[in-house]
């Protein structure tokens, strides 16, 4: 139902969906009430038709609007919780970039940091006062290796079996071949030619 032409009583179910009393709201919306009190006038508004199916309106739209809201919030709090899900699943990436991080790490490219997330400042032999790095190849070379593998950048590569000095050439293992061959049809056809 669209707006109502008549202002003030647009108004009134306006301040009713607002949450005010039907006395307040047909107060609030202009009307004055003459002899009878305030509430049994705006009670005789409220039960006009035109009035009713526009509270019953509002009322769908706050409803809808309620919905709407409530879905929002649980979207937002779904979203929340994948965020913090997906900073505790491992996956792939994750492993990649914390090892890649291992490296950076272990080659002194980052420094040591405090308690307090800040450069741990050491004195160095010469007296100088300078941020500590700390250098660690052992868990470079583990984080790097891991990372080759994921990669495909390394095969294990087992050792060929010893091989014979003489080795058959292609023509000869061929020939060998042939002859097995022709001496198992000579004894099929020796069974067979025999009697039973």
Avoid at 50 to 63: F, N, P
Avoid at 137 to 163: D, N, S, Y
Avoid at 179 to 186: C, P, Q
Wanted: glycine share 6%; net charge neutral; aromatic share 4%.
């Amino acid at each position: 139902m669209p707006i109502l032409n008549n202002e003030r009583h647009e108004r009134f179910c306006q301040g009713i969906a607002a949450g005010m009393s039907q006395t307040q709201a047909y107060l609030a919306a202009g009307f004055q009430c003459q002899g009878t009190g305030a509430a049994q006038c705006a009670h005789k508004l409220r039960k006009k038709a035109h009035i009713a199916q526009r509270l019953a309106e509002l009322g769908r739209i706050q409803d809808m609007t309620r919905v709407a809201l409530q879905e929002r919030l649980e979207r937002e709090v779904l979203a929340e919780a994948v965020q913090t899900i997906r900073g505790v699943i491992v996956t792939k990436e994750l492993v990649r970039a914390r090892l890649w991080e291992i490296v950076e790490r272990s080659l002194q490219h980052q420094p040591v940091l405090d308690a307090f997330g800040r450069p741990l400042i050491i004195l160095t032999p010469n007296g100088a006062l300078a941020a500590a790095y700390t250098y660690d190849p052992k868990a470079a070379i583990a984080a790097l290796r891991l990372l080759g593998k994921e990669e495909g950048m390394f095969i294990e590569r087992h050792p060929l079996p010893p091989q014979d000095e003489h080795e058959e050439s292609d023509e000869e293992l061929n020939r060998r071949v042939l002859d097995k061959l022709a001496e198992i049809e000579a004894k099929q056809a020796i069974a067979k030619a025999q009697p039973e």
